[in-house]
């Protein structure tokens, strides 16, 4: 794991579309939402480092994985809370907390609070895989090694 330093990347919508898949611009520049057990890290359990798609910035460890059952990629922590941004959402109906990268601004997920996971925070980032890429730790790249 390397520690990076803040920095922002702006890019215009025209240039995300062309570095972006449609799909990955519907979540990521959309805040879209993938269907659940769809995505391709909701039941990995290999272990890295989950980068943002869009820019490469480093959000979460493996290690602070866990099996929620819900559908997506589950997390109790970012790497460090300087790496994610938090929006009050009251779209669709609901009253939670987007999450977003802080170095380029793209959707992730939302993050729920008090559901009674056993985890230390009490917190489940719930992520979409779309919205991230999974860099494996050295010698664990066939992803059969646990979270």
């Not at 990995?44 to 490469?56: E, I, P, W």
């Not at 589950?74 to 987007?98: K, Q």
């Not at 066939?142 to 979270?147: F, V, Y």
Request: charged share 30%.
């Amino acid at each position: 794991m390397t520690d990076q330093p803040t920095r922002t990347v702006t890019r215009s919508e025209d240039e995300w579309r062309q570095e972006l898949t449609p799909e990955e611009f519907a979540v990521l520049r959309r805040a879209g939402t993938e269907r659940p057990y769809t995505g391709e890290y909701w039941d990995s359990h290999a272990t890295g480092v989950y980068q943002c798609r869009a820019c490469g910035a480093e959000l979460f460890r493996s290690d602070t994985k866990f099996d929620s059952h819900c559908g997506w990629p589950s997390f109790y922590a970012p790497l460090a809370e300087d790496r994610v941004r938090y929006i009050h959402d009251r779209t669709m109906g609901m009253d939670r907390v987007e999450v977003r990268c802080a170095t380029c601004d793209s959707h992730l997920g939302h993050v729920f609070e008090g559901e009674g996971y056993g985890t230390p925070t009490d917190l489940r980032y719930c992520m979409n895989s779309i919205s991230m890429r999974l860099v494996p730790d050295a010698g664990d790249g066939d992803g059969s090694a646990q979270a």
